[in-house]
């Protein structure tokens, strides 16, 4: 049976809902078939599949599957789930309907007052199991949607919730049976049929129904038959586990564990020490935007050195275009919310949000954020970090990867006080600069190492500045200021224009904190491009390091009007 397309897989009669159902049902049922399958191959056997299973009794598994195109904090809109019920070792699946009336409670709002005032309105029924997962910790997000469901059906128990994506499942299709995809993919197939659906056609949402169809049969067979592709298979599992298109959660504290020590858990990192950097988007316009949506990410801290150490500030960039086209109806208006997650204890200098929270892990910073097809918005925010960013001579930062997101460009940079040197194996360095760039694809552990400023101060620039009595040092760090007061400085005439030689005297020095010097002078004949040979010794920066013997050549571009006398500057 030879099937180029998708579209092959459906009868003209069948309703679109029927054909989403269809793919959603397998993309569930496919992916923890092979979670069953496969365990005994490569990192999924490290989860024990006796305790996955619960064998030789059964555990029960809330299987959710997440729209990524319509980003939610935990990777998207939850819009269909199953049930995965394991009994000697032997898995059952049946599916159900988010829209299911006993899944919804008439007059109960989401625990985040942010997404019940962006859900608020005539046509929302109440809170409920499609939009429990709130938070951006699944582990959390979990423990919601078994509640949720329970309400709903509380004869039911589990031990355990699984999300997974779209991303996940069009990724396990590549290597399992790429000819359904098509040409431009399973997404754009799918949604193309069921535009209705997205619209929140009444009737469609109505019929919501359970459905396995010819495609969910062929592709399960296709596994079944092709035992060569099962470590590749097993492979598009991990990698979804790793990047966080597919989460776990479990009861039972072992699973938990082994999930959370591989980063499998989707859990939202907390740090005792070092720097957090997490950006949350929610979008909650109904709409499939976030498909369009570019979001790149730049992340600076500037790090200035004080009388009581290292002091860490940030600055934070999230630049976002939709790229969508109005006239497409999944990617129209865009409504929802970034937040981004910090370490306890920053805090705002400046930039404008919406709500600021503290959540006893994290300081929160939220904006809202409504944008059409074609806009762009920026999101900037300045914060001070705790202390405890640094540790020792070392500086930690841990960027967290969204859930659902594919292509997130981070750019991080740090920026030491002048001075200092870097060293790391995750950075490029750069003296005291410090630069990381990727397309963040799972959490990033980064770590820099502070080398102490043991250099003495350098001179930037030497210039006559507003005439020919005054010119001015600048060096490039912060200066000691009692060493400025007993350094010695003397100026001389090099004769580089004419022979004749000014005797050049130097009447005051003035320290401009905190890194200038200023040296009042007469003497100095107005000839233009005349060299001065200036000799100091004893500027010592904040440290202690002694910059001795210098010898430099101060030229005079100046008039004694303080214009410039030669505008090319030619020697």
């Not at 329970?150 to 589990?158: A, K, R, S, V």
């Not at 859990?267 to 997490?278: E, F, Y």
């Not at 009692?482 to 350094?487: E, G, N, W």
Request: hydrophobic share 40%.
């Amino acid at each position: 049976m030879k099937l180029p397309h998708l579209l092959q897989f459906l009868h003209p009669s069948r309703k679109p809902l029927v054909w989403k159902i269809a793919g959603i049902s397998l993309a569930l049922a496919l992916l923890f078939f092979l979670l069953f399958a496969l365990s005994t191959l490569g990192e999924i056997n490290d989860l024990g599949i006796r305790k996955l299973t619960g064998f030789p009794g059964g555990n029960n598994y809330l299987l959710v599957f997440q729209n990524d195109a319509e980003r939610r904090p935990t990777g998207g809109f939850i819009t269909a789930y199953g049930i995965l019920k394991f009994r000697f070792g032997i898995p059952f699946i049946s599916f159900g309907n988010v829209y299911d009336p006993k899944l919804i409670q008439p007059g109960e709002v989401s625990p985040d007052p942010t997404i019940a005032s962006l859900l608020a309105g005539d046509f929302f029924p109440g809170n409920g199991f499609r939009d429990g997962n709130y938070s951006p910790d699944f582990p959390t997000s979990a423990q919601e949607l078994m509640r949720l469901y329970h309400l709903g059906y509380p004869d039911t128990n589990f031990d355990g919730v699984i999300a997974v994506d779209f991303t996940a499942f069009e990724n396990l299709a590549k290597v399992v049976a790429p000819e359904v995809l098509g040409e431009t993919g399973l997404f754009s197939a799918i949604e193309t049929k069921v535009q209705d659906i997205d619209l929140h056609n009444p009737d469609e949402l109505a019929e919501r129904k359970n459905f396995l169809g010819d495609l969910a049969k062929y592709l399960i067979r296709k596994i079944i038959t092709s035992p060569g592709k099962y470590s590749l298979a097993a492979e598009s599992i991990v990698s979804s586990l790793d990047s966080k298109h597919l989460q776990m959660y479990f009861t039972d504290s072992e699973m938990e564990s082994r999930a959370k020590t591989k980063a499998w858990d989707g859990s939202l990192p907390t740090v005792a020490s070092g720097d957090l950097l997490a950006v949350v988007e929610g979008n909650y316009g109904g709409m499939k935007s976030s498909r369009y949506l570019i979001r790149d990410v730049d992340y600076s801290v500037e790090v200035a050195d004080s009388e009581n150490g290292l002091q860490p500030t940030a600055h934070l960039k999230i630049s976002l275009k939709h790229w969508g086209d109005a006239a497409e109806p999944i990617s129209g208006y865009y409504k929802g919310f970034f937040r981004v997650y910090a370490p306890l204890g920053a805090e705002l200098i400046s930039g404008k949000i919406d709500r600021f929270y503290d959540d006893g892990l994290h300081s929160v910073y939220e904006k809202i954020i409504q944008m059409n097809p074609g806009e762009e918005r920026e999101i900037n925010l300045t914060y001070t970090l705790p202390e405890s960013v640094i540790v020792g001579d070392t500086y930690k930062l841990k960027i967290v990867k969204q859930a659902g997101s594919s292509d997130d460009r981070i750019r991080a940079i740090v920026k030491l006080p002048h001075g200092y040197l870097t060293s790391s194996s995750e950075f490029e360095a750069r003296e005291n600069l410090a630069f990381f760039q990727t397309d963040i694809m799972h959490n990033k552990d980064l770590a820099l190492k502070i080398i102490p400023d043991t250099l003495p101060p350098r001179l930037a620039w030497q210039e006559f500045v507003g005439g020919l009595t005054t010119i001015d040092l600048r060096f490039n760090e912060a200066l000691d200021a009692d060493s400025v007061s007993k350094a010695t400085f003397a100026i001389t005439d090099a004769n580089y224009r004419n022979s004749a030689t000014d005797n050049v005297v130097i009447e005051k020095v003035k320290f401009i904190p905190p890194q200038d010097i200023r040296l009042t002078v007469s003497g100095v004949s107005e000839v233009c491009r005349e060299w001065y040979k200036l000799d100091f010794s004893g500027v010592a920066d904040k440290h202690g390091n002694i910059l001795n013997n210098q010898k430099i050549t101060i030229v005079e571009w100046l008039n004694s009007a303080g214009e410039i006398c030669d505008k090319e500057r030619k020697l």
